[in-house]
Nanobody
Framework: QVQLVESGGGLVQPGGSLRLSCAASGSIDSISLMGWYRQAPGKQRDLVALISNGGTTNYVDSVKGRFTISRDNVKNMVYLQMNSLKPEDTAVYYC????????WGQGTLVTVSS
């Protein structure tokens, strides 16, 4: 079973950039969809970005043009490059593998504040 571990979160100023990493314990080359979700306190967990095995991407409207999702099936890694960060981007970010009922990482906290 694939296990996911996120890293790269932290405190950044508005307008800053951050790159999140998701390390998989096993191969992800057979997983059709990998994604990033985020959840702010008291809010539901929402989709941020998806990437297929063929490289097709989808983004929630609020991050289009600012965030980029990518995957490296050789290194078994998924990334989320976040630019022009806004305070409303503050949340715990989770990596997800669409396998079975879904596999989730433990999350990494991103705080955007001056």
């Amino acid at each position: 079973q694939v296990q996911l571990v996120e890293s790269g979160g932290g405190l950044v100023q508005p307008g800053g950039s951050l790159r999140l990493s998701c390390a998989a314990s096993g191969s992800i080359d057979s997983i059709s969809l990998m994604g990033w979700y985020r959840q702010a306190p008291g809010k539901q967990r929402d989709l941020v970005a998806l990437i297929s095995n063929g490289g097709t991407t989808n983004y929630v409207d609020s991050v289009k043009g600012r965030f980029t999702i990518s995957r490296d099936n050789v290194k078994n890694m998924v990334y989320l490059q976040m630019n022009s960060l806004k305070p409303e981007d503050t949340a715990v970010y989770y990596c997800n593998a669409q396998i079975g009922l879904g596999v989730w990482g433990q999350g990494t906290l991103v705080t955007v504040s001056s």
